[in-house]
Nanobody, 125 residues
Framework: QVQLVESGGGLVQAGGSLRLSCAAS????????MGWFRQAPGKEREFVAA????????YYPDSVKGRFTISRDNAKNTVYLQMNSLKPEDTAVYYC??????????????????WGQGTQVTVSP
């Protein structure tokens, strides 16, 4: 089992930045690709970013490409999501997830095996 805990959410004005962190504990000696998803009120969960185990490959949807950057520090068992140029439509609960396929980098939430509890990001106009 892997436990994931997100942090770093909060309230920010449009155009601002936040950095989310996702700390993993438990079976961290296993290798996982990681992803970030978000869910706004009344909407389905949406893929935001993914990164391979090595960190050498990343994947973003067009909605965040160029504004968000996913990275990881395997020595610290932590994945990050740097979010710049935030927009009100980025408001959501953000979740990190772990996929036992180390090269998975999938946008399909069903492919992920472990999930955090989420952290709220609110972007004011």
């Amino acid at each position: 089992q892997v436990q994931l805990v997100e942090s770093g959410g909060g309230l920010v004005q449009a155009g601002g930045s936040l950095r989310l962190s996702c700390a993993a504990s438990g079976r961290t000696n296993s290798r996982y690709s990681m992803g970030w998803f978000r869910q706004a009120p009344g909407k389905e969960r949406e893929f935001v970013a993914a990164i391979s185990w090595s960190g050498g490959r990343t994947y973003y949807p067009d909605s965040v490409k160029g504004r968000f950057t996913i990275s990881r520090d395997n020595a610290k068992n932590t994945v990050y999501l740097q979010m710049n140029s935030l927009k009100p439509e980025d408001t959501a609960v953000y979740y990190c997830a772990a996929d036992r396929d180390i090269a998975g980098m999938t946008a399909n939430e069903k492919d992920y095996d472990y999930w955090g509890q989420g952290t709220q990001v609110t972007v004011s106009p």
